[in-house]
């Protein structure tokens, strides 16, 4: 097969390079890094050629190098870069008061593939679940939202953070407890960020969640919050919902889409037969279906046989949610 072929999805990806598919997915969108194809089910598809853009990216950016500043470069550029070693440079100290140990390599991992100026912010927060400081961690919220657009915060800090918290509790850098610590807190702050939107009457309705067997729903809070803060009447209906009650929800409130949040595990066969089960028996007819979280891409067998729509990041959830508003609206218009 051609070395430049796209056909390796994300999960090939992200094992060969050693990244998270988040940080693929920034990279892409703000820096045009790679192009991936996308199949007819919205699946991205990626080239050996792709790869080895990504890990040279990735090996430049763990050695200092800001993305935004090497995401244009010729692959013998890239290589070029790597090996002068006199070139590289380490990674900026944040703050006088929490400076980067030489010893924290996940944590210079999703610092590297941060916004620069997220990543005081990201830090500061790190430190206080490590810490189980629970001051420190709302005021970094605090901060961040004051500092930058509700997209920005939500897409650039709260899911790089709560991604590189369960990649420190799943590998025992972390304890269950500060897994829990964190995401109480996360929760809290996000519910509140949601309940300053008052929806229109007339606004669309959309349900939030996870489905049953998935119980974390920092995901599904964003994507909530995300939604209200485009004038989405949003339901939030909380983790692990049976595919019935959904669709029961679904019907009772038309609503116009559903929004399900798939973060761990990523190889649970329940959750394949929730959403089949949705989409093929509960879900009312004109009701658009949303998959988006980390593990999302785990699951793509439900994307080839259902008509549920994968929404990889916040900005593709905002774009899927402007097309399904306006299609309603052209839907009005041509019966009035």
């Known amino acids: 097969?051609?070395?430049?072929?796209?056909?390796?999805?994300?999960?090939?990806?992200?094992?060969?390079?050693?990244?998270?598919?988040?940080a693929i997915r920034v990279w892409e969108k703000r820096y045009n890094a790679v192009r991936p194809?996308?199949?007819?089910?919205?699946?991205?598809?990626?080239?050996?050629?792709?790869?080895?853009?990504?890990r040279l990216l990735h090996a430049a950016t763990q050695q200092g190098h800001a993305i935004s500043g090497i995401a244009s470069l010729k692959v013998e550029e890239l290589e070029r870069l790597l090996q002068d070693a006199a070139e590289l440079k380490p990674l900026p100290r944040l703050h006088a008061d929490s400076p980067l140990r030489q010893d924290d390599a996940d944590l210079a991992a999703n610092l590297a593939t941060a916004e620069p100026e997220l990543r005081p912010y990201l830090a500061q927060a790190q430190r206080a679940i490590e810490a189980l400081d629970d001051i420190a961690l709302e005021a970094a919220l605090r901060e961040a939202l004051?500092?930058?657009p509700r997209p920005v915060m939500l897409e650039g800090f709260v899911i790089p953070l709560m991604g590189w918290l369960g990649?420190?509790?799943?590998?025992?850098?972390?304890?269950?407890?500060?897994?829990?610590?964190?995401?109480?807190?996360?929760?809290?702050?996000?519910?509140?960020?949601?309940?300053?939107?008052?929806p229109d009457p007339s606004a669309p309705i959309l349900l939030c969640g996870t489905p049953a067997g998935q119980h974390?729903?920092?995901g599904a809070l964003t994507a909530a919050e995300t939604a209200s803060s485009l004038g989405w009447h949003v339901i939030y209906?909380?983790?692990?919902i049976p595919a019935e009650e959904i669709g029961?929800?679904?019907?009772?409130?038309?609503?116009?889409?559903?929004?399900?949040?798939?973060?761990y595990p990523v190889d649970d066969p329940r959750v394949v037969r929730e959403i089949r089960e949705l989409a093929q028996s509960h879900l009312p007819a004109g009701t658009e279906l949303l998959i988006g979280g980390t593990g999302a891409e785990a699951y793509n067998i439900v994307f080839d046989e259902?008509?549920?729509?994968?929404?990889?990041?916040?900005h593709d959830l905002a774009e899927t949610l402007h097309r399904i508003r306006d299609a309603r609206g052209r839907a009005v218009r041509a019966r009035a």
Request: glycine letters at 4%.
């Open 167 to 198: 990649e420190c509790w799943q590998s025992g850098r972390l304890r269950v407890a500060h897994e829990h610590f964190a995401s109480s807190i996360v929760k809290g702050f996000l519910l509140t960020m949601r309940g300053q939107y008052a």
């Open 1 to 22: 097969m051609s070395y430049s072929e796209p056909r390796h999805p994300m999960n090939v990806v992200t094992r060969r390079t050693g990244m998270t598919s988040h």
């Open 248 to 263: 029961y929800i679904a019907r009772e409130r038309h609503a116009a889409a559903i929004a399900l949040s798939v973060v």
């Open 37 to 54: 194809q996308r199949t007819d089910t919205n699946r991205r598809l990626y080239s050996d050629a792709d790869i080895d853009r990504l």
């Open 216 to 218: 974390h729903e920092i």
């Open 146 to 148: 004051a500092d930058f």
């Open 306 to 314: 259902t008509r549920a729509v994968h929404v990889p990041t916040l």
């Open 237 to 240: 209906m909380g983790p692990s």
